[in-house]
């Protein structure tokens, strides 16, 4: 039983400290703000090949 207090106290001391340090980056860390553009590409349907054009894969 010793053994398992030990194991489980030392766990909790790591735990502790991962804790300690992600509540440190929060408060002594500012992220510097900076502009992300990312271009999307738009896939515009060709006009013609709708289904209402018959060019769907539907047939009955």
């Known amino acids: ?3 398992l207090v ?3 106290t030392v766990l909790a001391f790591a735990a502790a400290a ?3 340090g992600m509540a440190a ?3 002594l860390v500012e992220p510097t703000p900076r502009r992300i553009v990312v271009d999307v ?3 515009l349907p060709v006009p013609g090949t709708g289904v209402a054009a018959g060019g769907g894969s539907l047939q009955p």
């Open 1 to 3: 039983m010793p053994t």
């Open 6 to 8: 030990r194991l489980l």
């Open 18 to 20: 991962v804790f300690a």
């Open 25 to 27: 980056l929060v408060y």
């Open 41 to 43: 590409p738009l896939n």
